[in-house]
Nanobody, 124 residues
Framework: QVHLVESGGGSVQAGGSLRLSCTAS?????MGWFRQAPGKEREGVAA???????SFADFVRGRFTISKDNAKNTLHLQMNSLKPEDTAMYYC?????????????????????WGQGTQVTVSS
């Protein structure tokens, strides 16, 4: 069992930036970020595979970057040019398998490990 702990959420004005981090208790392969706003389904934001390949949802491409420090088993999500519609609970996810598709195709069921979530609020 791998434990994931997120940090870095908070409140920011539109146009601002936040950096989320997720530390895993053990090595994993496919890692990603999902988000869920009240009344909406959980949706994939970005993913990174063990070989460093990345994928992004269309609604964040060009604004968010995902990176991973393999030595520290830590995942990061740098969020720039934030919009009010980015407001959501952000969840770190990981799996023992590789990312079999882009994050836009993968579903939450493809990830076996989840963090507790960190709130991101963007005000206009």
């Amino acid at each position: 069992q791998v434990h994931l702990v997120e940090s870095g959420g908070g409140s920011v004005q539109a146009g601002g930036s936040l950096r989320l981090s997720c530390t895993a208790s053990d090595r994993t392969y496919c890692m990603g970020w999902f988000r869920q706003a009240p009344g909406k389904e959980r949706e994939g934001v970005a993913a990174i595979d063990a070989d460093g390949s990345t994928s992004f949802a269309d609604f964040v491409r060009g604004r968010f970057t995902i990176s991973k420090d393999n030595a520290k088993n830590t995942l990061h999500l740098q969020m720039n040019s934030l919009k009010p519609e980015d407001t959501a609970m952000y969840y770190c996810a990981a799996d023992d398998g590789v990312c079999w598709a882009t994050i836009s195709t993968m579903s939450p069921a493809d990830f076996g490990y989840w963090g507790q979530g960190t709130q991101v609020t963007v005000s206009s």
